[in-house]
């Protein structure tokens, strides 16, 4: 089962539900306030960098002088 990020567009909670592939457009209720709003919301999980997009620095280099 695919693990999909939602957020509720009543409160703004975010959150994440294991969802059968059968049931992945039914609707989900959040788990703060209970209300059946909530949208799928963008992965960044699975958005994988292309080369040479690394946010991180080099290694062995601190930047600092």
């Known amino acids: 089962m695919p693990i999909y990020e939602y957020r ?4 703004g ?4 539900k294991l969802v059968k592939l059968s049931d992945r ?4 209720e959040c788990p703060a306030c ?3 709003n ?3 919301a963008l992965s960044l999980f699975g ?3 292309g080369k040479g997009n690394s946010s991180a620095g080099s290694c ?3 930047g600092f002088s």
């Open 8 to 11: 509720c567009e009543n409160c």
């Open 34 to 36: 209970g209300s059946k």
């Open 47 to 49: 958005m994988g960098a």
């Open 60 to 62: 062995g280099t601190s």
């Open 38 to 40: 909530a949208k799928k």
């Open 25 to 28: 457009n039914a609707e989900v």
């Open 13 to 16: 909670e975010s959150f994440e």
